[in-house]
T-cell receptor, first 117, second 112 residues
Framework: AQSVAQPEDQVNVAEGNPLTVKCTYSVSGNPYLFWYVQYPNRGLQFLLKYITGDNLVKGSYGFEAEFNKSQTSFHLKKPSALVSDSALYFC???????????????FGQGTTLQVKP | DGGITQSPKYLFRKEGQNVTLSCEQN?????MYWYRQDPGQGLRLIYY???????QKGDIAEGYSVSREKKESFPLTVTSAQKNPTAFYLCASSGTGSATQYFGPGTRLTVL
């Protein structure tokens, strides 16, 4: 069964410093991996995805993520954090069943990013 | 202005009442999804539909019902059988062959 884990409930970083939000996955076959961001009382916004190709994926708002097959990780990164990046971040993996792609996503528990001025 | 809309933004329900949450999309997406979000529990899938007039149960379908009579609409009914319905409800959609889901702004349901 597919699964995804976000080992940190909260990440604290100072404004201007680099940030990393961690995600590890377990899938059968090639993973489709996603990052979403959620601001309070809002829906999720798509940031980026990895399907195939370059292991470093660039997304919205200056975020990027690095796919590491050997470590089964897909960590979200940003070189210089902004206070406005403070939000809840979700990692997700495409779900597959015996017949193939279900179209469903499996989400991690979320990581709260707190960027302090 | 393309996207996914959910209404109402806030909804209050008395115990024993059924309520229906609206989800509409003009993205021409085939697939639509309903999630429930509780603090500290991430998103849990309630129902999903990959095509009109067809839908499947997700992980927590008990106490909920859906319909998919039109491609652009996927309403969710929270029935009185749902014992703990207070939560934030999110609707999403995705296009054919794409696993990327796009989300609506959500409906916060509170049972009084």
């Amino acid at each position: 069964a597919q699964s995804v884990a976000q080992p940190e409930d909260q990440v604290n970083v100072a404004e201007g410093n680099p940030l990393t939000v961690k995600c590890t996955y377990s899938v059968s076959g090639n993973p489709y991996l996603f990052w979403y961001v959620q601001y309070p009382n809002r829906g999720l916004q798509f940031l980026l995805k990895y399907i195939t190709g370059d292991n470093l994926v660039k997304g919205s708002y200056g975020f990027e993520a690095e796919f590491n097959k050997s470590q089964t990780s897909f960590h979200l990164k940003k070189p210089s954090a902004l206070v406005s990046d403070s939000a809840l971040y979700f990692c997700a993996v495409r779900d597959l069943d015996g017949s193939g792609n279900t179209g469903k996503l499996i989400f991690g528990q979320g990581t709260t990013l707190q960027v302090k001025p | 202005d393309g996207g996914i809309t959910q209404s109402p933004k806030y909804l209050f329900r008395k115990e024993g009442q059924n309520v229906t949450l609206s989800c509409e999309q003009n993205l021409n997406h085939d697939a639509m999804y309903w999630y429930r979000q509780d603090p500290g529990q991430g998103l849990r899938l309630i129902y999903y539909s990959q095509i009109v007039n067809d839908f499947q149960k997700g992980d927590i379908a008990e106490g909920y019902s859906v319909s998919r009579e039109k491609k652009e609409s996927f309403p969710l009914t929270v029935t009185s059988a749902q014992k703990n319905p207070t939560a934030f409800y999110l609707c999403a959609s995705s296009g054919t062959g794409s696993a990327t889901q796009y989300f609506g702004p959500g409906t916060r349901l509170t049972v009084l």
